[in-house]
């Protein structure tokens, strides 16, 4: 399994890409992969083959609309383990009430 962090970027559309993030977010959500949005990106959690194909689509996607898009993307690869899209923020929660 992997978590995978992505940020799609349209060049030349202004400062605020809210609305391609949007679109973004529809191609994880139609993937049916667990994901969380956050200010600067967007983790989603599966298999690697199905991340990258996710990370493709959203590319794919924004480019629709803008002749250059750029993709900073983080991968995390931890044979066997699921979950871990929460795990790890909840085990530092815990370690933070200690």
Same mark, same amino acid.
């Given at each position: 399994?992997?978590?995978?962090? =992505?940020?799609?970027?349209?060049?030349?559309? !202004?400062?605020? *890409?809210?609305?391609?993030? &949007?679109?973004?977010?529809? %191609?994880? /959500?139609?993937?049916? =992969?667990?994901?969380?949005?956050?200010?600067? !990106?967007?983790? *989603?959690?599966?298999?690697? &083959?199905?991340?990258?194909? %996710?990370? /493709?689509?959203?590319?794919e996607r924004v480019a629709q609309s803008s002749d250059r898009v750029t993709c900073a993307a983080k991968l995390d690869y931890r044979a066997g383990t699921a979950g871990r899209i929460h795990?790890?923020?909840?085990?530092?929660?815990?370690?933070?009430?200690?």
């Open positions: 399994m992997v978590l995978l962090e =992505l940020s799609v970027t349209p060049l030349g559309k !202004g400062e605020s *890409v809210s609305a391609y993030v &949007a679109q973004c977010v529809e %191609v994880i /959500q139609a993937s049916g =992969l667990p994901y969380e949005l956050h200010a600067m !990106g967007t983790i *989603v959690e599966g298999e690697l &083959a199905e991340a990258l194909l %996710v990370m /493709q689509r959203c590319i795990s790890k923020v909840a085990s530092v929660q815990q370690k933070l009430s200690q």
